[in-house]
């Protein structure tokens, strides 16, 4: 599904990858399957059947296909006396192999002389090469189909991605004799040297003859090759075709199915055409509402306006009236130090007031005792100017009599009397 691939066509590669059609997938299948997807991804079609190179090796004895990437030796079929040196030769470059051969030295960790695809995928994946590309070169390169490659494998698929990467050449699609690894070569080697072998006797008429003779036991035996290579294909032609029979069988099941889950999808359909009215309805309802909460949003974004414009002139009141009661505070504080110093001031206004106020009882009690002392000087001094006046006119008899009250004064009458007072 993460592929993005259509369902019908999810479903068939899962058909294709279920080779033992037991309704699930194993680890080989699961493998195949993910080959497929990545090939559809590709822009590749789905094959009808699955091709005899993708049918799992566990899975191969019910339909006995060829092995993916592997060619007979004498499958083309080389001009007389060449086929020793096309045997010898080997497509990878003598230059790289020794460099590949240290690459594998590398990769292989666990030293068993042999690579796996977990331990050659970053490798792979370095070359930027599709997925479905390095699944093609890995299925050249494991001839033998065994899941891992050995250092000759592993060479010649370094090669078949040197090639594709520098030089923009496709690997084949099928091996041809002078790609199959040397170390692979022995039986068909010793068998073609087997072929046809003739000893010279001298004479010539003899020698042609049996030369003659060779040549045809050649042929005959490339033309046995090719036979058995043409029976191999008719025999997977033979189980293509049992594979499209299936394929048709399993079409046509699911043809079947599909009428009857068109039949359903109908009834549905024309369910939700009934529900789609009923929406319709609602939606229109629904539009409606939305119109008149819109009037109503709008009314209120109106309103909200207003009341934003009287509140930012609130704010703004509020600013100055809190700059007036910061300047009064102010005025407050400076009030009150001043009423503080004008309480010291009072305080020591009244101390003194009640000093002065009690040198002004003390002064009134003073000039009350002296007005008294003046009263009674006034009137001693009214009855010595009387004396006085009676003795100018010499009458000394009607004299008064001022001896005591003088004496009571010269006695010290007033200043006791004066002293007491200011006592008081």
Not at 13 to 19: E, F, G, P, R, T
Not at 26 to 38: C, N, Q, R, S, T
Not at 339 to 359: C, P, Y
Not at 363 to 385: C, F, H, P, V
Request: proline share 4%; with cysteine; glycine share 4%.
């Amino acid at each position: 599904i993460n592929s993005k691939l259509p369902l019908d066509v999810l479903g068939k590669i899962w058909d294709l990858s279920d080779v033992d059609k037991d309704g699930h997938l194993d680890k080989e299948e699961f493998i195949v399957a993910l080959h497929l997807v990545y090939r559809t991804m590709e822009k590749e079609p789905v094959p009808s059947s699955l091709p005899p190179s993708l049918i799992p090796p566990s899975k191969r004895k019910k339909s006995a296909p060829a092995l993916p990437g592997a060619v007979a030796v004498l499958s083309a079929t080389p001009p007389m006396g060449s086929a020793a040196s096309a045997l010898v030769n080997w497509v990878v470059p003598v230059a790289d192999r020794e460099k590949y051969r240290e690459l594998f030295k590398k990769t292989d960790s666990d030293g068993d002389g042999f690579i796996t695809g977990t331990e050659i995928i970053e490798i792979f994946m370095q070359s930027n090469l599709s997925q479905t590309m390095l699944a093609q070169i890995w299925g050249l390169a494991d001839t033998k189909q065994t899941g891992k490659l050995t250092p000759e494998q592993f060479a010649l698929a370094m090669h078949f991605i040197q090639q594709k990467v520098t030089k923009g050449i496709d690997p084949p699609s099928t091996l041809t004799a002078d790609m199959i690894p040397p170390s692979e070569r022995t039986a068909a080697s010793d068998s073609t040297s087997s072929v046809g072998s003739v000893e010279l006797t001298g004479n010539k008429e003899l020698d042609d003859l049996s030369q003659e003779i060779a040549q045809l036991q050649r042929e005959k035996f490339f033309l046995e090759q090719e036979i058995m290579q043409t029976e191999e294909t008719i025999r997977q032609k033979n189980s293509d075709v049992q594979d499209i029979q299936l394929d048709l069988d399993r079409e046509s099941s699911s043809l079947h199915s599909l009428t009857s889950q068109k039949q359903d999808a109908q009834g549905r359909l024309d369910e939700m055409d009934q529900q789609r009215a009923k929406l319709e309805g609602m939606l229109n309802e629904l539009k409606q509402k939305c119109q008149e909460e819109s009037q109503q949003i709008s009314s209120l974004q109106s309103q909200i306006r207003s009341q934003e414009t009287h509140v930012r002139s609130q704010e703004d009141e509020l600013s100055r009236t809190k700059a007036d009661l910061s300047r009064l505070q102010e005025e407050e504080a400076q009030l009150e130090e001043r009423l503080v110093t004008g309480r010291v001031q009072l305080d020591s206004i009244v101390k003194s007031l009640q000093t002065t106020q009690d040198e002004i009882n003390q002064a009134r009690s003073k000039l009350s005792l002296i007005q008294d002392t003046q009263k009674e000087l006034t009137q001693t001094i009214e009855q010595y100017n009387s004396a006085l006046s009676e003795i100018n006119r010499g009458n000394f008899s009607n004299l008064p009599d001022l001896s005591e009250g003088f004496t009571e004064r010269e006695n010290g009458g007033f200043r006791s009397s004066v002293r007491n007072r200011e006592i008081n």
